[in-house]
């Protein structure tokens, strides 16, 4: 059995965004397309987002949500209707302006003048304006508020710097939209929602997240209130993983969404939107890979579990043995229940070697590897790997041979203590790199300093400025390339000054480099 | 208990295509959405969709095949690679020429002439085309085969004449593509996930089929053979509802899709590709719907029993009590595992009218309705509607009275006999349509005369013409509304005269009216 270490080429410590390109080619999770800003998303990245997919749509019915579809394609005049969503999405987006294409004689295909659209179509950056016209077509009265829905879909943002899961021009996500009947149950459903996405965050993706609200410049254009859930990478920066906006009648009139109030009056809705995407992924990568590659949560892992019989090739009958005592494995792991669902196991018979192929699951990071040989079937034990515990004090990988039948009372447990390990290493280190000290912008740009990996966040105290104040604080910020990441909810009040403005604080907010 | 019938306006007797119509909205399932060819699928007809896709989802990875995700957008250049495809695709299509929009000065928005891409793009038609381009970059030897690769997603394709679920311009869908070694390889798999689709269809939607190979003018462009799932509706018309493609080497070639084979030299692989989409959704209706609106089968059913308390509205606690005796019904329905999963029950406690309540949910097809009126509670017992046997002999809703605590034990079988009902019933209309004595043209055009309802399918024999000969035959059918179908798989050999050609006929085939 080869200890040989398959690691990365490059170290998180040496080059963080190198490191993670490495995680996703080596882990096979994503490539680029050749298409402009577009990304392939191979098996065992979507086996992940397929698995975020399922749980978080349990979340989101579990509230009440129905899920729809609409349009790909937004007639470019819905998106004069809203002044400030105009400045905000109506600049970098796929424009349709031609629905047919005719050769053109020599070889090639050109769009055909004759088929020009009388108005371009803009491939969805998001859904607000269209789901905003059925919600018009379908509200008639408080009887039929809330209005709950959310759509699983692709949107286009044409981005001209573009990085996997992290920022692509199309990416997936889903987008939830209400409308209610005033401005106290949309900001609740906000805040309900907010709280949907740091569930999912921590308890499906062990990703420790501060949930809070964003600074009115990082508003979503048109937004009353923008909420975020932001999560510390590996680095020091801060990913925002996901957002709820309380939207209040802004959308609603300008798509015209009124109903009949209890008093017999017409009254605007109050709506709300909220998204988290496959940039969740990437989240998932900065914050468990190590330098062998990608740890994948349990509760997300495609395959929680893989088995690698370490056939020899022989003629002899022994491989044979062997594949049928690592399916008993594998069945009788299948039929245990844990965390509500089967387990998930995999039998990996493919050719190849087993110590490159216990790499090859290392670096994509099932949470468990499990080894067998024939001297192991002979004395009816396995060789167990826990990803998130790889490496023995003696700097080989950590090996456990539990007993073959004890495999299946041991597993669920194990699964449960990897989701919460990681979870715990990702809060530690979160909690170890904010800072709470820093009293001046002078101490904010020495903390932040220059270099690779970041220090972390700071937590510091202000006056909430608004309009041409916050405006000078965001410059200053920005000259150290720093953001505000939010307002935590729930923080204690504040008590100092603000570093910005000399007032006395009103609030915390958390300062960070970010994605 | 009123028994008033709420049906819908329009018999499918009188005006089968308004009465599709109207099912769809009667139901809730879709509306059109404002933007041209596009539809809104609602909560009822999406939840239809997730069923669909959930079980088609897990035969399709149960022979072998990862999901990933295609970019949405295809360089215009990749059309003009495979001649027939361009030829079948590059027609009506959705054409992104611009990256960025820009206020015109007048308050309204344009595309930005500064912004417009160097190479056009088109909102993917269906994927080959992108996916060889992965499937070149991912086989190297004939190791890296067969390559087994699924995805669900939006497609588009410019469509004049619409009609919701059936044609629309946007449409969901999944397509498979997989890439073999040689064609015997290849071609078994086409007939594998033919039989995929057949058992899809037949098993999960109830919809009972017919697997063929379509005739050389039916292929898809660019495909060597395409076969089909014919499904008749109760129109008697024929309703394509999957198909499965052969490609031969032509996108391979098309791609540079090449592998080492095994004596070390290089050849082209041979591709397939197979899809089904929300069309299937309008086979359904016209499957299983019934004067009185939907009947879905229990086995895609979103809400496979709704429970309806027959509240009074009084203050005297009595709904109360009511509705809690429903929510213990629920539960212990909910607890019951069929077909391998929960039963899925829905309690309605929603205001509204009992009586109103119920035919809402007939017009959706909800397989079991359970009322529960103050009466039944005294007497331990609920009032239960099947949805396929409605109507009792006296004309009146035939509604069952089982006790409460009998419930748990007969829903599972209810559920399987409502299943297998609404596919007997199916098959044996189907059956009941199909012609087989016919021998000549004339014969067949008196066949299907003129008329709303068409008299079902034609079984004739031909001589499988091919090139300017079968040109014929296709423009004679055509004259009279006619396609052919499929060549039937497994159907005795033929024994008589092909009626278009006179020569001694090789095969059967379905001719046919069709959507």
Chains 1, 2 share one sequence.
């Not at 290493?425 to 932040?448: E, H, P």
Request: aromatic share 8%; net charge negative; proline share 5%.
């Amino acid at each position: 059995m080869s200890n040989i270490r398959h690691a990365l080429s490059v170290k998180r410590a040496d080059d963080f965004a190198q490191w993670y390109q490495e995680v996703i080619s080596a882990a096979d999770m994503a490539e680029e397309s050749g298409v402009r800003g577009c990304m392939v998303i191979k098996p065992w990245g979507y086996g992940i987002w397929e698995r975020i997919q399922r749980l978080l749509d349990q979340r989101i019915k579990d509230t009440g949500h129905d899920n729809c579809y609409f349009p790909i394609f937004i007639p470019l005049s819905n998106f004069e209707r809203e002044a400030e969503h105009v400045e905000g999405f109506a600049k970098e987006m796929a424009v349709v302006t031609h629905h047919r294409l005719i050769a053109d004689g020599k070889g090639k295909l050109v769009p055909d003048p004759e088929a020009k659209l009388e108005e371009p179509l803009v491939v969805r950056p998001t859904s607000e304006t269209i789901i905003g016209d059925a919600m018009a077509r379908w509200i008639q009265s408080w009887r039929d508020l809330p209005l709950k829905t959310n759509q699983w879909a692709n949107v286009v943002r044409w981005e001209m710097r573009t990085r996997m899961f992290l920022r692509t021009s199309e990416f997936l996500w889903q987008e939830g939209h209400t409308a209610h009947e005033n401005a106290a149950e949309a900001k609740e459903h906000t805040l309900r929602m907010l709280e949907v996405y740091r569930a999912c965050a921590e308890e499906d993706l062990a990703m420790p997240v501060i949930a809070g609200e964003k600074p009115e410049n990082e508003r979503f254009p048109g937004a009353v209130e923008t909420w975020s859930i932001e999560a510390m990478m590996q680095d020091g920066k801060a990913l925002q993983a996901g957002t709820s906006h309380y939207l209040g009648t802004n959308f609603a009139k300008a798509s015209g969404i009124k109903f009949q109030n209890r008093d017999g009056g017409q009254d605007l809705c109050h709506t709300t939107s909220w998204g988290v995407s496959t940039r969740m992924i990437g989240g998932v990568i900065m914050t468990h890979g190590d330098d062998d590659g990608l740890r994948v949560p349990p509760t997300i892992a495609p395959w929680q579990i893989v088995i690698l019989p370490m056939l020899r090739g022989k003629d002899d009958g022994s491989d044979d043995a062997l594949v049928a005592y690592c399916d008993e494995i594998r069945a009788a792991l299948k039929a245990e229940i844990a965390l509500g669902e089967t387990v998930r196991v995999q039998l990996d018979t493919k050719p190849g070697k087993a110590a490159a192929k216990r790499w090859d699951w290392v670096r994509k990071g099932a949470p468990i590897i499990i080894e067998v040989g024939s001297r192991d079937m002979e004395a009816g034990i396995v060789s167990l790997l826990r990803r998130d515990a790889l490496w023995g004090d003696s700097g080989k990988p950590d090996f456990h041979t539990p007993s073959k039948d004890a495999l299946s009372e041991m597993i669920p447990t194990m699964l449960a203590e990897i989701q919460s390990n990681l979870f715990e290493q990702a809060r530690q280190r979160r909690d170890d790199n904010i800072t709470t000290g820093i009293t001046s912008m002078d101490g904010l740009a020495n903390f932040f300093g220059e270099g690779q990996k970041y220090p972390g966040w700071a937590e510091v105290q202000w006056s909430k400025p608004t309009g041409a104040e916050l405006d000078t604080v965001v410059e200053q910020l920005k000259a150290h390339k720093l953001t505000i990441r939010n307002v935590p909810l729930g923080a204690s009040p504040a008590d100092g000054t603000c570093i910005f403005t000399g007032k006395p604080a009103t609030e915390f907010i958390y300062v960070a480099r970010s994605y």
